[in-house]
Every structure is written in structure tokens, then in C-alpha cells.
């Protein structure tokens, strides 16, 4: 079975604090994401990663960066958070040999305080 | 117009009974349709892909009609486990990076 761990679930943070929210796939995917999950907004793509060291912003990159360093993990971090940033985070992989399908971690538990 | 619309519900329906919802999408190029389930708290999981002749998986039938551009997800004999959110997702490109998400429809089962 495809497994994307994010590996801090429950975090809090001061504002401005730098937070770095680590994800790694073992499928040897091509593709990761970083979206965030509010309630009413839905899913809403922060940031995608087709390759090693390539990086595409999406919906809502504003106050958030990424980086990809090795196929398998794709980190996300937020340089100076702030309390607009408290949110669910939810990485996710795709691609060969997995077909079509988009794969999500457990998700990140992120409050500014 | 949003790209994926679904009606958010919740819809409220005894166990046993049977209930549908259904998801409407913009881009006629759309290529692949899937259903989703989120839990409370809980990242989405792949419930069924949705294909042009339609499938069937159990209790749930996905079907998709093109023209109206429009997906839709059957449940027969709802049980209390299946309350749960389900999201609606369309690929317009297979590629991954253009997937889009419908807001989720909030199932709940009574006993």
C-alpha cells in the first residue's frame, strides 16, 4: 500500500515562529502537494512538486514555501506564522505505479497562537 | 461557478435507506472523476473511480454523465459507518497537479 506520513500531527506555534511540516511518500511518486483544509473552503492547494528540486505554486502559496530536496519528501514551511495559517494540512503523492490516484497523509494539526 | 460543485447536506438518512449525491464539474475536458471519503479529523481515503460506463463496488455505484457533466455516488443499505464526508474530484488532465476538489457532502446515518 502507497504511505505518505506526515510526521508532526499535532503542532502548535507562536506567531512568527518558522514551522517546517515534513512529508515522505514511499512510492516513488513524481508528484507531491501540500494543501490546507478549512471548514467551508475545502481543499485548497498551497504548493506542488512534479520532480526533485522543482517546485509550482498553487491556489495559495502566499506566506508558505517548499522544498524538495529528495523524490520521497516534500517539506513545507512556513517562514513567519501567523494566526490566519491555524489549519489542517494535508500532503499528498501521485503518480507511476500508483495510476490516477492522489494519496494523502494523515494530515497536520496546525494552530498559531 | 465553482469547478467542482457539490451540495455541502448534511443529509440526515436512516439506516437501510438509500441515498445519492451528486457532483457537477465545469471543464468538459475532464479526463478521470473520483469519489473520496474524509472521516472527521481524518485525511481523504480513495472510496471508487468513477468511469465512463459506470461501476459498481458493493453498495456504492458511481456514475458519470458526461453531457450534463455531472458524477454521482449511490449508497444502498446505508449503514451507521458510512457517515462521513464525501468528496468529489476531478482530473482534468491526468497530470496530478490540476486536480480539483468539491467542497464535500456531509453524509449522516441514523440508527
Known amino acids: 500500500d502507497v504511505k505518505v506520513t506526515q510526521s508532526s500531527r499535532y503542532l502548535v506555534k507562536r506567531t512568527g515562529e518558522k514551522v517546517f511540516l515534513e512529508c515522505v511518500q514511499d512510492m516513488d511518486h513524481e508528484n507531491m502537494f501540500w494543501y490546507r483544509q478549512d471548514p467551508g473552503l475545502g481543499l485548497r492547494l498551497i504548493y506542488f512538486s512534479y520532480d526533485v528540486k522543482m517546485k509550482e505554486k498553487g491556489d495559495i502559496p502566499e506566506g508558505y514555501s517548499v522544498s524538495r530536496e529528495k523524490k520521497e519528501r516534500f517539506s513545507l514551511i512556513l517562514e513567519s506564522a501567523s494566526t490566519n495559517q491555524t489549519s489542517m494540512y494535508l500532503c499528498?503523492?501521485?503518480?507511476?505505479?500508483?495510476?490516477?490516484?492522489?494519496?494523502f497523509g494523515e494530515g497536520s494539526w496546525l494552530t498559531v497562537v | 461557478r465553482k469547478e467542482v460543485e457539490q451540495d455541502p447536506g448534511p443529509f440526515n438518512v436512516p439506516e437501510g435507506a438509500t441515498v445519492a449525491f451528486n457532483c457537477t464539474y465545469s471543464n468538459s475536458a475532464s479526463q478521470s472523476f473520483f469519489w473520496y471519503r474524509q472521516d472527521c479529523r481524518k485525511e481523504p481515503k480513495l472510496l471508487m473511480s468513477v468511469y465512463s460506463s459506470g461501476n459498481e463496488d458493493g453498495r456504492f455505484t458511481a456514475q458519470l454523465n458526461r453531457a450534463s457533466q455531472y458524477i454521482s455516488l449511490l449508497i444502498r443499505d446505508s449503514k451507521l459507518s458510512d457517515s462521513a464526508t464525501y468528496l468529489c474530484v476531478v482530473n482534468p488532465n491526468n497530470a496530478g497537479n490540476m486536480l480539483t476538489f468539491g467542497g464535500g457532502t456531509r453524509l449522516m446515518v441514523k440508527p
Open positions: 499528498a503523492s501521485f503518480g507511476n505505479p500508483s495510476g490516477n490516484t492522489i494519496y
